[in-house]
């Protein structure tokens, strides 16, 4: 390429400085229109703005684009689930109160020491959680035993009762579901009434609770008959 442009060159200057004056041969004009031609339209290339790599650049950052990490938009937080309280909040403050509490040591009698029944070792108020063989309790740690058995209790009532109730109220209904266990209490009539706001029937509905399988037939016990009167009384009297 620069050797062309150097015989151009000199073609130029020749046709310059000699031109038709002195009689070039046709052949030796047309070499020098040539490089005239050649020069001019070197130098005009010069003068002209360099194109810009329009689809180079394109292609470059596509490139980027394709290379570059995704923008991915973080997904929205997960709301976090509903809480499974669903009862009263005027309820929320209420403890099982020590008349509560009487009903339940009156009912399960107190053992300070061990004892097997059906399979389970318990001692206390009724107490299995923690209990074993050979284990043996002062009365004071068989009622903080029973105070901490109770809140499962507690918290079960608190959850099923749609309607304020009082302190009374609220710990015969524990002493009821610490009884018949969580389900037990969910169906029944206690539950069933208080929840539709008559209070006099969800009275009424624990001496419907009274009744045990024995063999085989379902038949009121005394002492659970003694114990729905008890926490019928205590539901009754003004807190």
């Given amino acids: 390429m620069r050797f062309r442009l150097i015989v151009w060159l000199l073609l130029f200057v020749l046709g310059l400085f000699v031109g038709d004056r002195y009689g070039l041969p046709g052949w030796a004009r047309s070499l020098t229109d040539q490089g005239f031609s050649s020069v001019e339209s070197w130098f005009g290339q010069l003068d002209e703005p360099i194109p810009v790599a329009e689809e180079d650049e394109d292609s470059e950052a596509a490139s980027e684009e394709e290379t570059a990490s995704p923008d991915v938009t973080p997904p929205a937080s997960t709301p976090a689930p509903a809480s499974s309280d669903l009862g009263d909040t005027a309820n929320a403050s209420l403890r099982m109160n020590d008349a509560g509490l009487k009903i339940i040591e009156d009912s399960e009698g107190l053992r300070l020491e061990a004892y097997n029944a059906g399979g389970h070792w318990l001692i206390g108020y009724g107490h299995s959680r ?25 918290d079960a009532v608190k959850r099923m009762v749609l309607v304020p109730v009082n302190e009374n109220q609220f710990s015969a209904m524990v002493s009821l579901a610490y009884n018949l266990g969580e389900g037990g209490f969910s169906g029944t009539t206690v539950l069933e009434r208080i929840n539709a706001g008559d209070y006099q029937g969800a009275a009424d509905g624990f001496l419907l609770h009274d009744r ?6 379902l038949q009121s016990v005394p002492h659970l008959t003694e114990r729905r009167e008890k926490e019928r009384a205590l539901f009754l009297t003004p807190a």
């Fill in 130 to 154: 923690t209990a074993e063989a050979g284990m043996t309790i002062t009365e004071s740690q068989a009622k903080q035993l029973l105070r901490e058995d109770v809140r499962t209790s507690e």
């Fill in 212 to 217: 045990a399988r024995i063999n085989g037939e």
